[in-house]
């Protein structure tokens, strides 16, 4: 059982290069989310899933895109990366949106 | 919408002395609270929560929180630190006038224990 898993663990990427994020999780959760996590700024929620086949807007959702095509996977893209974008990445899971939130180790994603 | 806040961003404490973090959030109702901990370099892991019955909680590591409606507060206590307990204290609370929303989080507190 590992939980909430991330890939990948680390990354580099040039300004306007894109990129995915994966997520996977192994507990059957119905729920999933994508944080970014910056110095002074707590989590900020940047897209979520209810359940399979469905994503919604957070709190930063400008310039990201997600999707839950597999109820246990939920996947964060970045078209076309800026340095503003340069975080620490966390995904999490629960079985409902009031539940504790299981994390997973994050993406730590440098933009230059 | 619900709000939390944590009032203090960075505590520092020598060991064994009694640490209290602030947590209040902004709308009543059925809450669930919960306190996040997140040691260097690492994610978020569950300290402790409350759903229901006894507002007071404990948690893993020594650490306990009271739930005391009437003030919407969720603060976390520890009787003594440990320098291991260095780490940043996320508070989190469910919006009660809404079933799917997720979990609004605090922006944190950063506990420093020095020896």
């Known amino acids: 059982n590992a939980g909430v898993t991330q890939t990948p663990k680390f990354r580099v990427l040039k300004t306007g290069q894109s990129m995915t994020l994966l997520c996977a999780q192994d507990?059957?959760?119905?729920?999933m989310y994508w944080y970014r996590q910056d110095p002074g700024m707590g989590l900020r929620l940047i897209h979520y899933?209810?359940?399979?086949?469905?994503?919604a807007k957070g709190e930063v959702p400008d310039g990201y895109n997600v999707s839950r095509l597999k109820k246990q996977n939920f996947l964060l893209g970045l078209e076309s990366a800026a340095p503003s974008q340069t975080s620490v990445y966390f995904c999490?899971?629960?079985?409902?949106?009031?539940?504790?939130?299981?994390f997973g180790p994050g993406t730590r994603l440098l933009v230059l | 919408a619900q709000s939390v806040s944590q009032h203090n961003h960075h505590v520092i404490l020598s060991e064994a002395a009694s640490l209290e973090l602030g947590c209040n959030y902004s709308?009543?109702?059925?809450?669930?609270l919960f306190w996040y901990v997140q040691y260097p370099g690492q994610h978020l892991q569950l300290l402790l929560k409350?759903?229901?019955?006894?507002?007071l909680v404990k948690g893993i590591k020594g650490f306990e929180a009271e739930f005391i409606k009437s003030k919407f507060s969720f603060n976390l206590r520890k009787p003594s630190v440990q320098w291991s307990d260095t780490a940043e204290y996320f508070c989190?609370?469910?919006?009660?006038?809404?079933?799917?929303?997720?979990?609004?989080f605090g922006k944190g507190t950063r506990l420093s224990v020095i020896a």
């Open positions: 999490a899971s629960s079985i409902a949106a009031q539940e504790t939130q299981y």
């Open positions: 409350y759903f229901s019955g006894d507002p």
């Open positions: 709308y009543g109702g059925t809450v669930n």
């Open positions: 507990m059957n959760h119905e729920y």
């Open positions: 989190a609370v469910n919006d009660p006038n809404s079933g799917n929303t997720p979990l609004v």
């Open positions: 899933s209810v359940g399979e086949g469905t994503t």
